[in-house]
């Protein structure tokens, strides 16, 4: 595929610089539009409790105009981005009610408080909002209604459309995040290789190559300085400032150990990318894996202590970020990434095909009952995982 042939779809952030002045208009911004949702929230439940009658996004939308009039501080915000912030709600609904109807865990749209409400978007750009609003040459910004032009620090170049704009509060960071289309894919050139890969928690992943990426445990190396942090934030007055300050440095351990996980997400995967056409993986259920084994009452469970670590150790690895960065990133070098069935990858034997739980003998240690095959149980889980990713592609 030549190159540039291919546009995808991307998303960039970017940390903004805000004054003072800025930063409490940023921060009046989204407490706004929380209680716009709030109140919306509350309208809905109202109306179904009291007369059985469900409010949609078009009733609410409708009523924008009254408020604005009414409440000048809903009304020195963007209008589009009110909008966007009732649509999200609607969503909210509208995935409660689908997971009604599958029968799964319903999950009722949840009020929102003061530090459960981080984001608010513009959904066209020009409206409310203006990426690069001042593009001479100097220093790039991002214009928004009733906060003003906002210095950004833009480390890379922005490419495509820009469609949407949002705006996210990390901690006491801003951050802008822009999503553009027609951006053009870095297609890679073709390596002719092709790699099957075994995630795991003693390794992050293991290749068919035989190739190990060592686990970096961002949570388990920055456990001791969060602990201390979480006992100091018990201590803490409730309402307090030095228990403002306290969340703040709890908040800011955890952002490190997101950005740390994120980072070696990226690093792996493009690794990955670079030097593979076809990838496989397993299509884990990560949140089965991680499910309690603590059981019920009548019926507890067994090993809770070993299984609460296990979890903590795949939920520290990251699998499910590191796989959404995999595809992302295939998907604009043009590279293909295929999900395969992980049931027995790590019991079957790989020259005789014989499957039996026998054949892995410890977490390292892989040899077949059946023809005597050893192996690194890691790698004969990736070379099953691929030949059966290969057997996917070519059916």
Do not use: I, Y
């Given at each position: 595929m030549a190159q540039g042939t291919c546009r995808v779809r991307r998303a960039y952030k970017f940390l903004l610089r805000p004054t003072v002045k800025q930063a409490t208009a940023l921060s009046a911004c989204v407490e706004d539009h929380r209680q716009l949702s709030n109140a919306a929230l509350q309208e809905r439940r109202d109306a179904y409790r009291r007369a059985g009658v469900s409010i949609r996004y078009g009733d609410q939308s409708a009523q924008l105009k009254d408020i604005r009039h009414a409440?000048?501080?809903?009304?020195r915000w963007s209008f589009s981005s009110q909008q966007a912030t009732l649509r999200r709600l609607d969503r909210g609904f509208a995935a409660f009610f689908r997971r009604v109807k599958n029968g799964e865990k319903p999950g009722y749209p949840r009020f929102k408080g003061a530090g459960w409400f981080d984001t608010v978007e513009w959904p066209k750009d020009r409206d409310g909002c203006r990426w690069n609003s001042t593009p001479d040459g100097g220093q790039v910004r991002v214009y928004l209604q009733g906060v003003g032009h906002i210095r950004v620090h833009a480390h890379r170049k922005v490419e495509g459309t820009v469609k949407t704009i949002s705006v996210k509060r990390e901690g006491r960071r801003w951050f802008v995040v822009l999503s553009c289309d027609d951006v053009p894919a870095e297609l890679l050139p073709e390596t002719g290789s092709a790699a099957g890969i075994d995630m795991g928690v003693a390794s992050?992943?293991?290749?068919?190559?035989?190739?190990?990426?060592p686990n970096p445990r961002p949570g388990r190396r920055n456990a001791e300085r969060l602990a201390t942090a979480q006992r100091a934030l018990a201590r803490c007055k409730r309402g307090s400032n030095r228990r403002r300050k306290t969340r703040a440095r709890v908040a800011a351990h955890h952002a490190k150990v997101r950005r740390q996980r994120i980072d070696h997400a990226?690093?792996?995967?493009?690794?990955?990318?670079?030097?593979?056409?076809?990838i496989a993986h397993e299509a884990l259920k990560i949140s089965n894996m991680t499910r309690s084994a603590a059981g019920t009452v009548e019926a507890p469970g067994t090993n809770v202590a070993q299984k609460s670590g296990l979890n903590r150790s795949i939920l520290d690895a990251g699998w499910g970020v590191f796989l959404n960065v995999l595809h992302a990133k295939a998907e604009s070098a043009g590279r293909v990434v295929v999900a395969v069935n992980p049931a027995n990858t790590s019991r079957i034997c790989p020259y005789c095909g014989h499957c039996a739980r026998e054949n892995r003998v410890t977490q390292a240690d892989f040899v077949c009952v059946a023809c005597g095959h050893t192996g690194h149980a890691d790698v004969v889980g990736a070379t099953n995982v691929l030949r059966a990713g290969l057997a996917l592609l070519n059916a």
């Open positions: 409440d000048p501080d809903q009304g992050f992943l293991t290749t068919s190559d035989g190739a190990q990426v990226h690093k792996t995967a493009l690794w990955l990318v670079r030097h593979h056409d076809v």
